[in-house]
């Protein structure tokens, strides 16, 4: 079964400063991966997603994630944070073979003035 | 414009009152989903579909059906609503299933008392 952990439920950060959301899979197979944002009261949208290739991806709104295979995680992260950005991110995990998708709990990102 | 469209966006309802949310998407996708999404629990997959008339159990299906007579159309369907169906829910669409980029709707507030 597959699973997937969000280290951190909150992120505080100033603007203009880096940020880094960390996320962590569990699979028995090869892995399909992605990042969603949703913004108040929306739904959410995709921010990138890893299929397979270059293991760093890029993304929308300067965010970007590398694939770590041998530390099985996926963390995303952005060199400067603007107050739009204050959103819940939510990494998800599925496979190739699968038909369903698992979510992480979610790690909202707090931009401080 | 493509859209998927969740009616309706807010309802307040009693225990036991019979009641369904409709989910209506105009980009062709074969593959849609049902999510709810709670504090400190991230979305959770509810049902799915791959196609016309072929529905699946996600995580948490108890309490909940749904129907796909339609390409267009997977309303999700509370036969007797319980509080602990008191929820955000989520509906989504795909063109190449959970691998692909899930396009949600705006979400429908649920509140059973």
């Known amino acids: 079964a597959q699973s997937v952990t969000q280290l951190d439920s909150q992120v505080p950060v100033f603007e203009e400063a880096p940020v880094e959301l960390r996320c962590n899979y569990s699979?028995?197979?090869?892995?399909?991966l992605f990042w969603y944002v949703q913004y108040p009261n929306q739904g959410l949208q995709l921010l990138l997603k890893?299929?397979?290739?270059?293991?760093l991806v890029k993304g929308i709104n300067g965010f970007e994630a590398e694939f770590n295979k041998s530390q099985t995680s996926f963390h995303l992260r952005k060199p400067s944070v603007h107050i739009s950005d204050t959103a819940e991110y939510f990494c998800?995990?599925?496979?190739?073979?699968?038909?369903?998708?698992?979510f992480g709990k979610g790690t909202r990102l707090h931009i401080l003035p | 414009e493509a859209q998927v469209t969740q009616n309706p966006r807010y309802l307040i309802t009693v225990t036991g009152k019979k009641l369904t949310v409709t989910c209506s998407q105009n980009?062709?996708?074969?593959?849609m989903s049902w999510y709810r999404q709670d504090p400190g629990l991230g979305l959770r997959q509810i049902y799915y579909?791959?196609?016309?008339?072929?529905?699946d159990k996600g995580d948490v299906p108890e309490g909940y059906k749904v129907s796909r007579k339609e390409k267009r159309n997977f309303p999700l369907i509370l036969e007797s609503p319980s509080p602990n169906q008191t929820s955000l829910y989520f509906c989504?669409?795909?063109?190449?299933?959970?691998?692909?980029?899930?396009?949600f709707g705006e979400g429908s507030r649920l509140t059973v008392l």
């Open positions: 989504a669409s795909s063109l190449l299933g959970p691998h692909g980029e899930l396009f």
């Open positions: 699979s028995s197979v090869s892995v399909y």
């Open positions: 890893y299929l397979s290739g270059s293991t």
């Open positions: 998800a995990v599925t496979s190739r073979r699968d038909d369903k998708i698992i």
């Open positions: 980009m062709n996708h074969e593959y």
């Open positions: 579909s791959m196609n016309v008339e072929v529905t």
